[in-house]
């Protein structure tokens, strides 16, 4: 079975930096396009950064351009999101998302981002 699980989550400062992971099991990493989503308080799920299965090419979200940097390690079957200079307006819940080539994706469970003033 597919299972993604992020971890890395925690309660920051503003200005502070967090790495979060999350490692995949039961799919062919290389072969997913890797996302990472994120939930705050009374909002939507939106999209933050994403990386391509083939060549690694990267995109990212307008909010988080210049902050967050996304990255994956397909012999670790794991992908990071590097985020600096977190801001209040980052506290959310942010999810793995793996999309396959026939347009499936598959959730984590979410680790909580907290980031006060």
């Known amino acids: 079975q597919v299972q993604l699980v992020e971890s890395g989550g925690g309660l920051v400062q503003a200005g502070d930096s967090l790495r979060l992971s999350c490692a995949a099991s039961g799919l062919t990493f290389s072969s997913y396009d890797m996302r990472w989503y994120r939930k705050g308080p009374g909002k939507e799920r939106e999209f933050v950064a994403g990386i391509r299965w083939s060549a690694g090419t990267t995109y990212y979200a307008d909010s988080v351009k210049g902050r967050f940097t996304i990255s994956r390690d397909n012999a670790k079957n794991t992908v990071y999101l590097q985020m600096n200079s977190l801001k209040p307006k980052d506290t959310a819940i942010y999810f793995c998302?793996?999309?396959?080539?026939?347009?499936?994706?598959?959730w984590g469970q979410g680790t909580q981002v907290t980031v006060s003033s």
């Open positions: 998302n793996a999309h396959s080539l026939t347009s499936r994706d598959y």
